[in-house]
């Protein structure tokens, strides 16, 4: 087995189970299933991560990722299924665990009439620190996440980005083993989720196991080393993101002709470059590349030699719904909303 | 067990730091129960015949048996923005003691309680409220208050719980304690009631704990009020305060 260090842990708790049968794996779920009333939330779901990687949860509002979340942080029994996390069962180890690990979320769940400082410092306390100390790891904390100059200014004051950052940092106050983070950048704006990444990439490669839901293709692609797409209760596809991009296709390229009657012309110039047969739609024109270098450029060129006006043309990168339409043969929209299931 | 009482001082202390922070809140422990006060004493109290001659003296243990069982209105509203803001998953999440939620909510309610009563007290005074009563009595009285609101305080957290909103919370909570407070002896004597509201505020608890605070700090005759204040609020504080735990643990497992 592989010396990895795991990162210290603050409080001194023993380890049973861990690296016991589980291998090096930080996380091991195995046919978890949850119901709210007739809702089938989770109908058998299986994961596992690695320790110090990351495990993308990919999907729509209403597939179950925060159902996941929420069992594996203790905050739901399971009805079904065996779930370990750093060796410790959620259900009957559900004490200790909460030693061990960090949940931060879409909420932003922090006090908003405490100062930044005060938020550390009372989480730090709950996990039964003193004040002293838990005010210095607060300190460190903010320090950490840049907040210093904010940390005696009451929460409500603010921003988003600000929030979000105190949030993990609330996460982070007892340096646990495994990080879960429930849609961490959903409504931020490109700055801060930029910035996110980058800190959540930071806590990766000190050895931190993070479990992180999404809703996003790109989030997952940069930060997880493995995704398990999520529908409707269920892990409908496995994967690193390349291994998931190849299922879906490449980049879209979408050509707006100048004269829908040169559809024809048009696919033919592009049928060569094009994964499969482009898709004409009045005088749009889809295709699915495979490399993103040089698309748009031989593109327009054998349009040009071919004689096709071009009104528009753009380059996108698959999004959640391409991945969905390729899985499941449905849009990711007409999931139910897990708010409605809840 | 020492883990709940320092986790419990944690939330305690979390709810009464953010008091002076939030002016609307200070405000609905100061001046609306002095505005109660003199409203009643001044706009009401001209029409009302009380026993024992003076109504302010008979209006005031009334209006703070009153204003102490709204006092628990702040956990309803706190706990149930904490659920929707995902304040209880980040607790839940925490190897804290499960029941430190609510009994720091409630105990910080006691001290908001006892700033109330302070304002309440002095409002009265300066109004003309004089006790018939020696300090032990004066002192027991303050007791019972305490102990009404804390009760309270556990009826509010579940109500918090349960409503699916704070807007909720605040007109059921406004529902259920407004009849409750003026169906009693806490205004008006509750001879002049018709008799079906009569049986009613006879039985009603506020009636009790009033009449108590009466026999208390006015000289009314104590019959066994003191004891059955006692036991009213043992009574609604077990039967609340596991209510409203096992609603805290089922709500955050929802």
């Known amino acids: ?342 | 067990m020492r883990r709940l009482v320092s986790d419990t001082l944690v939330i305690a202390e979390r709810n009464l730091v953010r008091l002076p922070r939030a002016p609307d809140l200070l405000l609905a422990f100061t001046v609306q129960p002095v505005m109660f006060v003199l409203l009643f004493a001044y706009v009401f109290g001209g029409a009302i015949r009380a026993p024992g001659g003076s109504y302010i003296d008979y209006l005031i243990p009334g209006i703070m048996v009153q204003n102490i069982a709204f006092g628990g209105f702040v956990t309803a509203l706190g706990l149930n923005e904490d659920v929707h803001k995902g304040l209880i998953d980040r607790f839940r999440s925490l190897p804290m003691a499960r029941p430190a939620v609510l009994a720091g909510r409630t105990l910080a309610d006691v001290v908001t309680n006892t700033l109330s009563i302070i304002v309440l007290l002095t409002t009265g005074l300066i109004i003309g409220f004089t006790f018939h009563a020696s300090l032990l009595e004066i002192l027991a009285g303050v007791g019972i208050l305490l102990l009404f609101g804390y009760a309270f305080s556990w009826v509010f957290a579940l109500l918090g719980l349960l409503v699916s909103s704070p807007e909720a919370a605040n007109s059921v909570g406004f529902i259920a304690v407004f009849p409750l407070t003026f169906i009693s002896s806490a205004f008006v004597p509750v001879a002049t009631m018709p008799p079906v509201l009569r049986a009613f505020a006879k039985v009603n608890p506020f009636t009790i704990v009033v009449d108590a605070m009466r026999a208390l700090w006015i000289g009314f005759p104590a019959h066994n009020y003191p004891w059955e204040a006692v036991l009213w609020s043992l009574a609604i504080l077990v039967i609340f305060a596991p209510l409203a735990v096992w609603k805290y643990r089922r709500t955050a497992g929802q």
């Not at chain 1, 089938?40 to 209403?62: F, H, I, K």
């Not at chain 1, 739901?76 to 065996?82: E, H, M, R």
Request: proline share 4%; no cysteine; charged share 30%.
């Open chain 1, 1 to 342: 087995m592989a010396s990895r260090s795991s990162p210290p842990s603050t409080l001194p708790v023993t380890r049973p189970g861990a690296g016991s049968g589980d291998g090096d794996a930080a996380i091991v779920v195995t046919g978890l299933e949850k119901s709210f009333g007739d809702v089938r939330a989770l109908a058998g779901v299986d994961l596992s991560a690695q320790r110090g990687t990351v495990l993308g949860l990919l999907g729509p509002n209403g597939a179950g990722k925060t159902t996941v979340v929420r069992v594996l942080t203790t905050l739901l029994k399971p009805d079904a299924g065996t779930i370990r996390v750093v060796g410790l069962d959620a259900v009957h180890d559900a004490a200790a665990l909460r030693h061990r690990i960090g949940l931060a979320g879409q909420y932003a769940a922090v006090d908003e009439n405490l100062t930044g400082l005060e938020n550390l410092t009372m989480v730090g306390r709950l996990y039964g620190e003193r004040r002293p100390r838990a005010k210095q790891r607060g300190q460190e904390l903010l320090e950490r996440f840049d907040l210093t100059e904010a940390a005696s200014r009451a929460v409500k004051t603010y921003s988003g980005g600000m929030r979000r950052r105190l949030d993990l940092a609330a996460a982070l106050v007892a340096k646990p083993e495994v990080l879960f983070l429930d849609e961490p950048t959903t409504g931020l704006d490109p700055r801060s989720r930029l910035a996110l990444w980058e800190t959540i990439e930071e806590l990766v490669a000190d050895g931190t196991t993070v479990l992180l839901t999404t809703q996003y293709l790109d989030e997952a692609d940069r930060l997880a080393d493995t995704i398990a797409v999520i529908d409707h209760g269920l892990v409908i596809a496995e994967g690193t993101p390349d291994h998931l991009k190849d299922r879906v296709g490449g980049e879209r390229l979408e050509v707006r002709l100048d004269d829908e009657r040169d559809a024809d012309k048009a696919v033919a110039a592009l049928e060569s470059i094009s994964d499969d047969r482009p898709a004409v739609e009045g005088a749009l024109v889809k295709l699915s590349v495979r490399r993103r270098a040089g698309a748009i450029v031989e593109a327009v060129r054998r349009l040009d030699e071919a004689g096709v006006g071009v009104d528009d043309l753009v380059l996108r990168r698959p999004t959640l719904d391409d991945v969905f339409l390729s899985l499941t043969g449905h849009a990711a929209e007409d999931a139910i909303s897990e708010e409605e299931a809840a």
